[in-house]
């Protein structure tokens, strides 16, 4: 009788927690199917001829572009720095000094007068990257049987894709807890609130089998409601 008033409790939360991101998120495309008649896509409203900015689509899509490739290598050089601050002392000493070396030349452009987004920069911060994944190849894959707080976005959505059980997204809701994360850009940039709403629109279509995993689902979303 408790395991059936827990699982009706919790559709009930699920169930709201649909309504509250319909209102909240604007979904358009491929994020409108979610749940179809749950999430509703919000009006756009219309601008003011003073309001709009006459440039170049193509320009854009570049700028974003740019946007995001620095948003990528400034994301996996925070998150390989804190490995390294972590589980660095288990790294040989050339592996080490290979790092320091490429980390001082990114920190060198981010002092006062650098663009911290100049190519000299981006560059040194994608190649101590790439030296940490050359040194420990598996440092941002995610395991079921290791909680790695430094998984990547990529490998955390492919995961919790593959598997949607409660430990995946357990460790999914402590990546999201994070404020302010560049990790938390890229799920979103990546449709990880799509991703999201599927999980919870599989859960209840199946009839709630785990009612471990939809608790976790409805954390994962409480938490990304609480970090916009």
Known sequence: ESSTMRKQTLIGAAMASVVSFSRRFSFSGEEADARPG?????????????????????????EDSLDTARLIVNEQFERASAYVDRYGHDLKEEQR??????????????????????????????????????????????????????????????????????????????????????????????????MLMRVLSQLLDHGVCDTDALQETLSCLRALMNTQ
Request: glycine share 2%.
């Open 38 to 62: 749950a999430v509703v896509e919000s009006p756009m409203p219309v601008p003011e001829l003073d309001e709009i900015e006459f440039e170049s689509p193509a320009l854009r899509s570049v």
């Open 97 to 194: 000094h290979m790092l320091h070396s490429w980390r001082q030349a990114a920190k060198k452009e981010a002092q006062p007068g650098g663009d911290v987004h100049a190519a000299p920069a981006m560059a040194a911060k994608a190649l101590f990257v790439d030296a940490l994944t050359q040194a420990v190849d598996s440092w941002a894959e995610y395991s079921p049987e290791i909680a790695n707080v430094f998984v990547s976005p990529q490998n955390m959505l492919t995961a919790v894709v593959t598997s949607s059980n409660a430990s995946t997204l357990t460790t999914l809701r402590e990546c999201l807890s994070v404020p302010d994360s560049k990790w938390l850009m890229m799920f979103l940039r990546l449709s990880g609130t799509n």
